[in-house]
């Protein structure tokens, strides 16, 4: 077909060159400009680390505190802004409401969104502070529950918890182990390289789009359960095997039975084939937090049970199908009190720094050019039209 190679899910075919992610995925690896996610997971906290994907290096201290206060300060939404979640039913799923939210945001953007160097940098404050915003007033509308407004004097998580599980009568009690595991959950999806929603962000913004635009078109991508939607899968097909009885064995026979059209979600990379490193992270924290929270290690039981089984099994051998992120994730974001439809606004709050780098990255290098992919036609290549009285 002529100039043309066909490369399905784009299995093959780099569309940018960029200096954020660096992924080996037959042997596990995962750094972000450079630094192993395992010391990252350790060390770093998120902040710190959107900072690193974001602009590089490591921020100096005073670079941090900067940094953290720009974005404290930008927490607070426009309150015409904050009427527009009346408008949504009750029980809507946060993540659409969550892309409403950030292409709303572009609306009320002052100064307004242009590619000069300081209206990007107040783009990055306003979108790494407002997410985590409309994402507790998203999951407060979805319960009917009155919205209370950012406290810029707590941490990042501290405030996002506040505004998620706060009530205005009684001050909130902040648990340091839950702050500590979210820290570290969003540490391990602050980039991906080019998975499905960057590269959502990335076509999107090279149309000339602007980034709020690019990154709400990103969580709309993330959305489906293939890719971070996978996470509130997951925990109910663990949920549904707990409720039926459905035995491991059973389930994993029907996984395999393709007629069946049920996958073992939370398992399986595009591009890692041997071991998922942040999924491996994730158990360990999820064995250690969860096994404190008698009542919430039911589902880990099971969890680790699948993973056995298909560890076991030539199915998934095979098909080097092992434990993703979304696996164990899931897991945690429960025992700390969201339900599973708040599972993927919570990647989506980690993705956040990932998407804005990539899109600055991009509208910086002159080598890009609009993405537009090309095709294998394979329909009727010429006919000529028929009345309808004749066809
Ligand atoms: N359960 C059962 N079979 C599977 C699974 C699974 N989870 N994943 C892949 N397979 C099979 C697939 O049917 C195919 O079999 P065959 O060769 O017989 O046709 C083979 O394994 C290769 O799979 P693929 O679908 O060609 O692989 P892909 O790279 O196109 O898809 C994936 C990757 C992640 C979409 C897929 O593994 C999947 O659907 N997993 C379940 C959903 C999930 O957990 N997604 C989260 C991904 S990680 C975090 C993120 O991106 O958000």
């Not at 400009?33 to 005073?62: C, D, K, M, N, W």
């Not at 607070?76 to 939210?101: I, Q, W, Y």
């Not at 890692?272 to 250690?288: E, G, L, T």
């Not at 998407?355 to 509208?363: L, M, N, Y």
């Amino acid at each position: 077909t002529g100039d043309v190679t066909l490369d399905v899910g784009f299995g093959n075919t780099a569309a940018c060159r960029s200096a954020i992610t660096y992924i080996d995925g037959d042997a596990g690896i995962l750094r972000y400009r450079g630094y192993p996610i395992e010391q990252l997971a350790e060390h770093s906290t998120f902040l710190e680390t959107s900072y690193l994907v974001l602009y590089g290096e490591l921020p100096t201290a005073a670079q941090l505190a900067e940094f953290t206060e720009r974005i404290s300060t930008h927490h607070l939404l426009d309150e015409r802004l904050k009427e527009m979640f009346r408008l949504f039913p009750r029980r809507s799923h946060p993540m659409p409401v969550l892309a409403a939210g950030i292409n709303a945001l572009s609306t009320f953007a002052m100064p307004p969104v242009s590619l000069e160097e300081k209206t990007l940098e107040q783009q990055t404050y306003r979108l790494m502070a407002q997410v985590p915003t409309l994402a507790a007033y998203g999951y407060k509308n979805s319960l009917g529950l009155p919205t209370l407004y950012p406290d810029e004097s707590l941490g990042y998580i501290e405030n996002f918890l506040r505004m998620s599980f706060g009530v205005p009568s009684r001050p909130y009690e902040i648990d340091d182990t839950i702050v500590r595991a979210l820290d570290v959950l969003l540490i391990l999806h602050a980039d991906h390289e080019q998975n499905c929603s960057t590269s959502t962000v990335r076509m999107v913004g090279s149309s000339g789009a602007n980034l709020y635009l690019s990154v709400a078109a990103g969580v709309s991508a993330l959305s489906g359960p293939l890719h971070g939607g996978a996470n509130q899968a997951v925990i109910e097909m663990l949920q549904q095997m707990r409720d039926t009885g459905e035995s491991v064995a059973t389930f994993v026979q029907k996984v395999k039975d393709k007629k069946s059209g049920v996958k073992l979600m939370g398992f399986g990379h595009r591009i890692y084939k041997n071991f998922d490193p942040r999924a491996q992270i994730v158990k360990r924290h999820a064995d250690a937090i969860l096994r404190e929270r008698p009542g919430h290690d039911e589902l880990l039981d099971l969890a680790l049970a699948l993973e056995e089984a298909a560890r076991s099994d030539d199915y998934f051998t095979e098909r080097k199908l092992y434990p993703n992120v979304d696996f164990y994730t899931g897991l945690i974001y429960q025992a700390m009190g969201f339900p599973s439809n708040m599972f993927t606004v919570l990647f989506t709050i980690g993705r956040l720094p990932g998407w804005i780098a990539h899109w600055r990255e991009q509208s910086l290098d002159p080598a890009t050019k609009i993405g537009r992919p090309r095709q294998v036609y394979t329909g009727v290549v010429q006919r000529d039209y028929v009345p309808s009285d004749q066809r």
